[in-house]
């Protein structure tokens, strides 16, 4: 059958990377984590001590540095200039500074370029902000994922502990709007759902049920 594009957006934390994952998985497709790709970038400038707010310094920096997404079998795995970042750029720190990195219309416009270069041939599930708005618009299911806030925390909050991590579902809650506030607002590409997107709300959902959804659309545009 047909190698499409899949895009799923929505606001943080709303389970995108676990369904784009499994997706990508039963469908033998490429996962496309986006959002990796900004964290990376965002990784990079606190090392070097660049300014968040500086557009020129950090457009030299993603010149520089060259982001691999490459799947494996405990998941995706991410480096940059060869080192394995995947953890760290979960961390409190990239996590709370990554949206003001993304606001740059120049860093978008080069990860948007890379983004498109990775999903070239089809056969790609890729998850984000702006992929059903700008980043692939003739993708053939876009689905828009939302949760509540609340959910959204408690879901976060689960998971670091059974990781064993600290975790204040308060401070959670308080990051988690901030973040889609920033990424709501920002003037080029916002978080929004695509007009031609499915928008499936997951606040009493499974995974499996979500899977599930998306799967029957899948199957009726392949
Ligand atoms: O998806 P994740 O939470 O890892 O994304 C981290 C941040 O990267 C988002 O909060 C947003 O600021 C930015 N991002 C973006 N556009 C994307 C993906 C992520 O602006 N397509």
Redesign the pocket.
């Known amino acids: 059958s047909k190698r499409i594009s899949i895009a799923i957006?929505g606001p943080?934390?709303a389970g995108?990377?676990t369904v784009a994952k499994i997706l990508a998985e039963r469908l033998s497709y490429l996962y496309i984590?986006?959002?990796?790709?900004?964290?990376a970038l965002t990784y990079r400038a606190l090392q070097e001590g660049i300014d968040l707010d500086d557009e020129k310094a950090l457009i030299a920096l993603l010149k520089d540095t060259y982001i691999e997404l490459k799947p494996s079998e405990r998941g995706q795995l991410v480096f940059v200039n060869g080192e394995d970042v995947t953890n760290i750029i979960r961390n409190e720190k990239v996590?709370n500074s990554?949206?003001i990195?993304?606001k740059h219309p120049l860093v978008?416009q080069e990860?948007v370029a890379r983004?498109r270069a990775l999903a070239q041939h089809g056969g790609v599930v890729m998850?984000?902000?702006?992929?059903g708005t700008h980043?692939l618009p003739h993708a053939e299911v876009k689905i828009f994922l939302k949760a509540s806030v609340e959910e959204r925390a408690q879901r976060r909050h689960a998971e670091n502990i059974a990781r064993g991590f600290e975790s204040d579902l308060e401070t959670l809650k308080e990051e988690i709007a901030r973040?889609d506030k920033?990424?709501s607002e920002?003037k080029v590409?916002p978080?929004k759902k695509a007009e031609d997107a499915v928008e499936i709300d997951t606040t009493s959902l499974s995974v499996d049920d979500v899977v599930n959804r998306i799967m029957e659309i899948v199957d009726e545009r392949t």
Do not use: E, F, H
């Not at 984590?33 to 964290?39: E, H």
């Open positions: 957006d943080a934390a995108k990377s984590d986006t959002g990796a790709m900004y964290r996590t990554v949206s990195v993304a978008r990860m983004q998850d984000g902000r702006d992929i980043v973040r920033i990424d920002r590409a978080l």
